[in-house]
T-cell receptor, first 111, second 113 residues
Framework: EDKVVQSPLSLVVHEGDTVTLNCSYE??????LLWYKQEKKAPTFLFML????IEKKSGRLSSILDKKELFSILNITATQTGDSAVYLC???????????FGTGTSLTVIP | KAGVTQTPRYLIKTRGQQVTLSCSPI?????VSWYQQTPGQGLQFLFE???????NKGNFPGRFSGRQFSNSRSEMNVSTLELGDSALYLC????????????FGEGSRLTVL
C-alpha cells in the first residue's frame, strides 16, 4: 500500500532555531515529491523535487530528496513566528495526478 | 489571476442528507482533484478529473461522486451523509494534470450532525 509518513508530528521551537522536517515514502512508480505549507487556509506550494541529491532553496527554506532511501527533508533556518504552520509532504505516483499526503508536521515557533 | 475558488466555505448537514460542493479552478487549468482532510487521516485523495473525464479515484465509498464540466469547473457530491464525513474538502487544480504543482482552494468545511 502506498504511504507517506512525516515526522515529527509536531514541533515547538524558539525563534532563530533551525528545524528539520522528515518525509519518508513508499509509493509505486514515484514521479515527484512536493512540500506544502498550510496555515489556517489553503496549502501553499513550497518545493517540488524529482531528482535525488539536488537541493532546492527558497530563502531560509531548503529541501532535498533521496530516491534511494525514499525520503526527503525540509530545513528551515533562523525560524520566525510566521513559519508556524503545518508542513505537508505529498508524493505523486504514476496514476494520473494522484498525490499521497502525509499527515503533516505541525510547527510552532515561539517568540 | 484568480485562484481556486470553492463554495460553500462552510456548511452544516444532518446524517442522511446529501451535499454538493463546487470548485472553480484557475483559468486555463484542466485538471481538478479533490481531497478530504481530517485531523487523524491527513489529506486523502478522492478523485481527479481532466477534460471532463474521471481519470483516477481514491478508496472512498460510492456515496462520494464528482463530475467536471466543459469549463473545467467541478462538483463533488456526497450522498447519505455520515458523521465521519465531517471534514475539510479541498479542491486542487493543475495545468495539465501531470507532474507539477497543485494549486489548492481554501476548502469547504462540512460538519455532519
Amino acid at each position: 500500500e502506498d504511504k507517506v509518513v512525516q515526522s515529527p508530528l509536531s514541533l515547538v521551537v524558539h525563534e532563530g532555531d533551525t528545524v528539520t522536517l522528515n518525509c519518508s515514502y513508499e509509493v509505486t512508480n514515484f514521479r515527484s515529491l512536493l512540500w506544502y505549507k498550510q496555515e489556517k487556509k489553503a496549502p501553499t506550494f513550497l518545493f517540488m523535487l524529482t531528482s535525488s541529491g539536488i537541493e532546492k532553496k527558497s530563502g531560509r527554506l531548503s529541501s532535498i530528496l533521496d530516491k534511494k532511501e525514499l525520503f526527503s527533508i525540509l530545513n528551515i533556518t533562523a525560524t520566525q513566528t510566521g513559519d508556524s504552520a503545518v508542513y505537508l509532504c505529498a508524493v505523486e505516483g504514476d496514476t494520473g495526478n494522484q498525490f499521497y499526503f502525509g499527515t503533516g508536521t505541525s510547527l510552532t515557533v515561539i517568540p | 489571476k484568480a485562484g481556486v475558488t470553492q463554495t460553500p466555505r462552510y456548511l452544516i448537514k444532518t446524517r442522511g442528507q446529501q451535499v454538493t460542493l463546487s470548485c472553480s479552478p484557475i483559468s486555463g487549468h484542466r485538471s481538478v482533484s479533490w481531497y478530504q482532510q481530517t485531523p487523524g487521516q491527513g489529506l486523502q485523495f478522492l478523485f481527479e478529473y481532466f477534460s471532463e473525464t474521471q481519470r483516477n479515484k481514491g478508496n472512498f465509498p460510492g456515496r462520494f461522486s464528482g463530475r467536471q464540466f466543459s469549463n473545467s469547473r467541478s462538483e463533488m457530491n456526497v450522498s447519505t451523509l455520515e458523521l465521519g464525513d465531517s471534514a475539510l474538502y479541498l479542491c486542487a487544480s493543475s495545468l495539465q494534470g501531470f507532474t507539477g504543482e497543485l494549486f489548492f482552494g481554501e476548502g469547504s468545511r462540512l460538519t455532519v450532525l
